[in-house]
T-cell receptor
C-alpha cells in the first residue's frame, strides 16, 4: 500500500494564480482531511470529508475549496493564491473518522506564494 | 483556536535520559492522541488514549491523561538520537454533524536528543 500520496511536493505560485493540491489514499478510508502547518502555529484544519460527496469546513477554510467525488481522492483547490497561503499542506485520512481513530498523513506539499 | 498546548516548546536532553512533554487542553474530549514529526516529513501516530483511560504504554512511550486537570503527558524513556523530532498532542473535538469529528493539534514540542 502506498498510504496517503500528495502531489506536488513543492510548488511556487504568483499571487492570484489558482492551483489544485492532490491527495489520494489507497486504504479505503472514509475520512479525509487537509491541514496547513505554519511556523509557531501547529496544524490547523482547513476542510474535511467523512465520505464521498460529503465535505465540511474546518478552522481555516477561507480561500480553499474541496470536493470528494471518490473515496480515494480529496483535492484541495486554491482559488486565487495569496501570500498568506504560503505554508506546508498535509492531507490525512482515517478509516471511519468517528472517534478513536488515528490519522495517516501524507508527506506534505510545500507551497510558496509570491 | 488551539485546543491543545504542549509544554515545553523545546527540550534538549542527552541520549539515554527520559523526555517528558506535557499537553493541556480546554474542552472535554473523547480521546487524545500523540504524533511525531521528523523534520520535513508528515506526522506519524504514536499513541491514542481514551477519556476513560488514565495511562497507556507502547514500547518506550508512556502516556497519562488527567481529565480533571485537562492535561496529558508523554514520557519517552531511554531516549535515542532517532527520537529527535517534534511531538504534537491532538484532541478529538466534534465540530458539526453526527458521525464526523476533527482532531485539533497543539503547536508541538521540539525534542533534541544529543548523542
Amino acid at each position: 500500500n502506498a498510504g496517503v500520496t500528495q502531489t506536488p511536493k513543492f510548488q511556487v505560485l504568483k499571487t492570484g494564480q489558482s492551483m489544485t493540491l492532490q491527495c489520494a489514499q489507497d486504504m479505503n478510508h472514509e475520512y479525509m482531511s487537509w491541514y496547513r502547518q505554519d511556523p509557531g502555529m501547529g496544524l490547523r484544519l482547513i476542510h474535511y470529508s467523512v465520505g464521498a460527496g460529503i465535505t465540511d469546513q474546518g478552522e481555516v477554510p477561507n480561500g480553499y475549496n474541496v470536493s470528494r467525488s471518490t473515496t480515494e481522492d480529496f483535492p484541495l483547490r486554491l482559488l486565487s493564491a495569496a501570500p498568506s497561503q504560503t505554508s506546508v499542506y498535509f492531507c490525512a485520512s482515517s478509516y471511519e473518522g468517528i472517534g478513536y481513530e488515528k490519522l495517516f498523513f501524507g508527506s506534505g506539499t510545500q507551497l510558496s506564494v509570491l | 483556536s488551539q485546543q491543545g498546548e504542549e509544554d515545553p516548546q523545546a527540550l534538549s536532553i542527552q541520549e539515554g535520559e527520559n523526555a517528558t512533554m506535557n499537553c493541556s487542553y480546554k474542552t472535554s474530549i473523547n480521546n487524545l492522541q500523540w504524533y511525531r514529526q521528523n523534520s520535513g516529513r508528515g506526522l506519524v501516530h504514536l499513541i491514542l488514549i481514551r477519556s476513560n483511560e488514565r495511562e497507556k504504554h507502547s514500547g518506550r512511550l508512556r502516556v497519562t491523561l488527567d481529565t480533571s486537570k485537562k492535561s496529558s503527558s508523554l514520557l519517552i524513556t531511554a531516549s535515542r538520537a532517532a527520537d529527535t523530532a517534534s511531538y504534537f498532542c491532538a484532541t478529538d473535538t466534534s465540530y458539526s454533524g453526527a458521525g464526523s469529528y476533527q482532531l485539533t493539534f497543539g503547536k508541538g514540542t521540539k525534542l533534541s536528543v544529543i548523542p
